[in-house]
């Protein structure tokens, strides 16, 4: 069975950077894009950047935009999730997906058919 391995979180003080990635593992299979999201405590999980692999075209929530930087390999089926100037507010449970589908709308979770387990980003002031 397919599965998604995330690795990278950690703890960082505010400003700092971290570097997550997002490996597939088991049976291959093809993507059409890649995306990360997050859930803090108390809170819904929310998307945070995606790619699309036949555009290339990348996708990030406004909170992030200018600090995030989203990139990946296809033919791998790997993502990468650069974060620099990390804020209080970023620390989140960060969460890896996949789709197979031809699909437009990669800012919804329900576009996504593979999730992974998740990798805690932890930010202190």
């Known amino acids: 069975q397919a599965q998604l391995v995330e690795s990278g979180g950690g703890l960082v003080q505010a400003g700092g950077s971290l570097r997550l990635s997002c490996a597939t593992s088991?049976?291959?299979?093809?993507?059409?894009?890649m995306g990360w999201f997050r859930q803090a405590p108390g809170k819904e999980r929310e998307f945070v950047a995606a790619i699309r692999w036949s555009t290339g075209n990348t996708y990030y929530t406004d909170s992030v935009k200018g600090r995030f930087t989203i990139s990946g390999d296809n033919a791998e089926n790997t993502v990468y999730l650069q974060m620099d100037s990390l804020k209080p507010e970023d620390t989140a449970l960060y969460y890896c997906?996949?789709?197979?589908?031809?699909?437009?709308?990669?800012?919804?979770?329900?576009?996504?058919?593979?999730w992974g387990q998740g990798t805690q980003v932890t930010v202190s002031s």
């Open positions: 997906a996949a789709t197979r589908r031809t699909i437009w709308a990669l800012r919804n979770m329900g576009a996504y058919d593979y």
């Open positions: 088991g049976r291959t299979f093809t993507t059409t894009g």
